[in-house]
Every structure is written in C-alpha cells, then in structure tokens.
C-alpha cells in the first residue's frame, strides 16, 4: 500500500491533508493511469464524478474536475449521490473511471477521494500504487505545460491529443440508481404496511434513500435529511443510533434503518430500539440466499473482525465462511475469486454481487426489510439466529502505526492475550485504514475478561507507539 491510499481510498483533514492541490495532482494522475487505455482512441476517457454534502466537498469536486478535464477526460458531474451510486453510474453509463468525494462516516472537517475502475470495482493496491507513482514522478508540475504544478513537463504539450475534456451535469442519472435498486425486488411494493425510520445522517442519501424505501411500500419516516454541509455524522447516522432508536420507539414503527455519510453502509434498529449490525444483517441475508438456493458456494464472505457468533451461526447452518482483511475491498476480492454473491463487515459494509459491485447501503437495507417483511417475521427474530459474543473495541490514537506493528511488545502482549482467551475469544491488533489509529479488538465469552485484557493491550500499544 502506498503512502496516500488507505483501505477506502485518500482520505484526510479537507484543506490541510487533503487540500485543492493535492486533489488536482491527484485526478491529473489517476486521470493518465485509469484513462491510459484510450490513449490511441480518437474518443476521449469518460469520468463521472460524485460527492457527499459536506462544504469541502465543493472545491474538491472543483479540482478534481479540473484534474480529469485539463488531461483530456470528459467528466458527468453528479452531484451529491451515494457512494455505490457513483460505482454503478461508472458501469451503466459505460464510464472508464469513476470519482467519489466522500470521508464515510468520518465527521465533517474531513473528506477523501475515492476511485472506480471500469465496471464499477475499486481499484487494487497495484493501480493505486500506479497512480502514486505517476504522482511522484511528475512532482512540482500538474498543470500541462506549467512548472511547478504538476502533471506533465514544461517542455511537453499543454493540451492532450483529444482536446481538453468537457464537463457536463448529470444529476438526473441518480434516476437510475433508485430504478435499478427497486428493479433487484421480486415484487413492487414488499414494504407495504411496514413502518420505517430511515437516518440518512445528513449525508448523501438524504434524497434517494427516503424515496426507496417508500417507492418500495413503506410508511417512511425520515431524520437526519437536512444536510448543511457542515453536520454530516454529527450525532446521528451508522456511528450515532440513538437518534433513531429514539424515533423507530417514538413513532411506533416496525423497523429503523441508518446510513453513514456515503450511504455504503446500513446498520438496522428492531422496533423495540435493539441495534442489528452488520454481522446480523450478513448472517440474515445468508441465511435467506442459503434457503432459496441462491448462495452460490453455500459460501459467504466475512472480515477478520467477523463476530465469532456469526461464525457459529453459519456454521450450524452449514455456511462456509471466507474470512478477508477488514474493507470491503478485500471482501469483494475474494468474492469475484470464489465467485461468491454476499459478503460484509460488522460495520455494514455488504456487497450484493449480484446487485452491485460495492458495499450498498440502501440495497441492503431494502433486501434486508423485504426478507423480513416476506417472512412475518420481526428483525428482532431474524436476528436472534445469532448470539452475539462480546466484543470490545479500543482506538487507540496518537500512536505511530508503523511502530505498532514493529513492536516485539506488542506481539508478546498479543500472543499472551490469545493464550489466556483459548478457544472461548480471540484478539485482534490492526492499524485502522481510515483513521490515524490502532484498533484493539478483544472478544470473549466473559465481557468483563474482554474489557480487561483490551485495555492491558491498548496500555502496551501507546507505550510502544
């Protein structure tokens, strides 16, 4: 992995880590790199472009578009939309390249710049490195033809062969992400008669994930829909529940849903206020692809962070499980190797191969509802397949990750950890790929044995960083 791309893309502090400059040497280089390959065409690279609401989000998408169009690539801008919207828009409108503005579930002050290839996939560490390096070579020259900001050599020709690109807006094409979710449903309206509140977290979702859900039969009530740039994440969303547990007890309703800032994940809340994360989700959704023969490989992918009570539930069920990194990335790597069709994360994160090439946050929830609402069943009782081990997380910041993971200290402390737990736990020490942290997973039958030993590990891990 190179120094600027993490597990989900570049990501940092907008306008100090992450600033105008920088975004245009960026697209300028992914720009050659992705759009390499129509380089004899008389047609130019065709990019689109999405974001998030969040303000920086607009000079962003300013210098990225700038990027693509001065290195000859026509660009569709299309607005604030979904993350997986941009990833099926890049293969539906026959796009070279795709470009998301978005930091997730990250809160407001940051922002990142992610990238689709052809088809819709994220790209491989090896094209990200690529990108890096043509980055690195053309240091101190962006513009073409302009020294000192980057892109091509002075001495070379200011304009591409094809011309510069042009830049159109194409908002209206988030149409045909909503008609392509509803399209996955067997039946029009399988919501119908369910009450949903639905917290789209001030974020990219607020306009489209409401319309699906009732589009599709619901009641819906709507929260986090009011989006200012400003409080996206902010206390509401996949990383703040309370505000929707709040309202799904408050309005009676049957089921809520809540999506990060990118809407490329989901998290569910029962009607009685119960958190239903993604291990429960992914092990529901199996569990019904299993049932209608539709689980290819009676397979399902799942990260290291994977509860090991979904593992016991897949495995009682006679579901193998392919167990990947943590970043759905690496989840759909190995998906499209073993050709699998479902994979996700605890976080939410689950792709639906069959359905889109990324983690989808309204598709899941959407299939998760219809499951439900299809078998007269409650979330609560779809969920109740799997018992939840505990599980405790620590993030422990201002350490040097690359410190961390030299630490003959800290192995030491891992493997004693591992030791103690035995079969009834597990322990888990990563650097996290979208913050400047080290996470401390400790999981074991005994919450208070799980507490213990992860703060003696996170303990060992400030002193080694």
Known sequence: MGQLFGTDGVRGVAGEDLDAAL????????????????????????????RDPRASGEFLEAAVVAGLAQSGTDVLRLGIIPTPGVAYLTDA??????????????????????????????????VEDEIETRMAASKGMTAPGVPGAGGRPAAGPGIPAGGFGRVHD???????????????????????????????????????????????????????VEPDGININA???????????SAVT?????????????????????????VIDGDQILAILALALNESGRLTGGTVVATVMANLGFRLAMTEAGIEVVETPVGDRYLLAAMLDGK????????????????????????????????????????AELASVMTKFPQVLVNVHGVSKKKVAASAEVAAAVADAASELGESGRVLVRPSGTEPAVRVMVEAIDPGQAHAIAGRLADVVRGAG
């Open 23 to 50: 975004a245009t040497k960026l697209a300028t280089a992914a720009a050659h790199v992705l759009g390499g390959s129509r380089a004899s065409d008389s047609a130019r690279p065709l990019a689109v472009v999405g």
């Open 93 to 126: 409108l026959g796009a070279d390249y795709g470009v998301m503005l978005s930091a997730s579930h990250n809160p407001a002050p940051d922002n990142g710049i992610k990238f689709f290839a052809r088809g819709g996939l994220k790209l491989p560490d090896h």
């Open 170 to 224: 194409a908002a209206g094409d988030a149409e045909r992400y909503l008609t392509h979710l509803l399209s996955t449903l067997g039946s029009p309206t399988p919501l119908a008669g369910w009450r949903i509140v639905v917290d789209c977290a001030h974020g990219a979702a607020f306009a489209l994930a409401p319309r699906l859900l009732a589009e599709a039969g619901a009641d819906v009530v709507a929260i986090g």
């Open 235 to 245: 206390g509401c969303g996949s990383t703040s529940l309370s505000a929707l547990q």
């Open 250 to 274: 408050g309005h009676g309703a049957d089921a809520g849903i809540a999506y990060d800032g990118d809407a490329d994940r989901c998290l569910a809340v029962s009607a009685a206020g119960e």
């Open 340 to 379: 699998y069709v479902l994979g996700g994360e605890q976080s939410g994160h689950i792709i639906m191969l069959d359905h889109s090439s990324t983690g989808d946050g309204m598709l899941t929830s959407l299939h998760l509802l219809a499951t439900a609402a299809a078998s007269g069943r409650s979330l």
